[in-house]
């Protein structure tokens, strides 16, 4: 099974601050990495497919990229409605994995 | 738009076998592959299996022995089966599409979820 690590587990931030999320894969995955967003109590929501494609109405300040083994998620200014996890997730082989979540929460 | 809902009892007993449904509004069940995805309660994502619609299957090796996923395309309903369930089978079990191919493979829609406590 390919493992998926994220970093860090958590972090607190300010409203308009500009946060990164790393997620590494145990093999190379090339751009098979989606990233979602899961608040309490919600399934997670589709965020960014194939490392760096925004899905249909996610706002632009989310933005993706890495390649091969290493990959970021950005959130160019964090927005009150950010708050919430962050999950990766591999599509290059089952069983697909995710990574074990990175948790963004209030300053 | 389409919306995905699970259905079925809210508590197993250990040793018995959990069974969930997942009906799909709003579109047709073909030509996507429908998955089942669990999360215990504060723990990351599993992927457990998903069923194509014309009946294909791919389960996760950690439950390949205790599942079983169906689809009845006639009422646009795909469902879960996982038996000799434990304690550590509690969790919020969803179910989502998957759309794409390729790179772009990814699940881009998903059921409320439900949560199902293992539990005598």
């Known amino acids: 099974d390919i493992q998926m690590t994220q970093s860090p587990s958590s972090l607190s931030a300010s409203v308009g601050d500009r946060v990164t999320i790393t997620c590494r894969a145990s093999?190379?995955?090339?751009?098979?990495l989606n990233w979602y967003q899961q608040k309490p109590g919600k399934a997670p929501k589709l965020l960014i497919y194939?490392?760096?494609s925004l899905e249909s109405g996610v706002p632009s300040r989310f933005s993706g990229s890495g390649s091969g083994t290493d990959f970021t998620l950005t959130i160019s200014s964090l927005q009150p409605e950010d708050f919430a996890t962050y999950h990766c997730q591999q599509s290059y082989s089952t069983p697909f994995t995710f990574g074990p979540g990175t948790k963004v929460d209030i300053k | 738009q389409v919306q995905l809902q699970e259905s079925g009892p809210g508590l197993v007993k250990p040793s018995e076998t959990l069974s969930l449904t997942c009906t799909v509004s709003g579109d047709s069940i073909s030509p996507y592959y429908w998955n089942w995805i669990r999360q215990p309660p504060g723990k990351g994502l599993e992927w457990i299996g998903y069923i194509y619609y014309s009946g294909s299957t791919n389960y996760n090796p950690s439950l390949k022995s205790r599942v079983a996923i169906s689809v009845d395309t006639s009422k646009n309903q795909f469902s879960l089966k996982l038996s000799s369930v434990t304690a550590a089978d509690t969790a919020v079990y969803y179910c989502?599409?998957?759309?794409?191919?390729?790179?772009?493979?990814?699940?881009?829609?998903w059921g409320q979820g439900t949560m199902v406590p293992v539990s005598s």
């Open positions: 989502a599409r998957r759309r794409g191919s390729g790179s772009r493979d990814n699940f881009d829609i």
């Open positions: 093999q190379s995955i090339t751009g098979y």
């Open positions: 194939a490392a760096s």
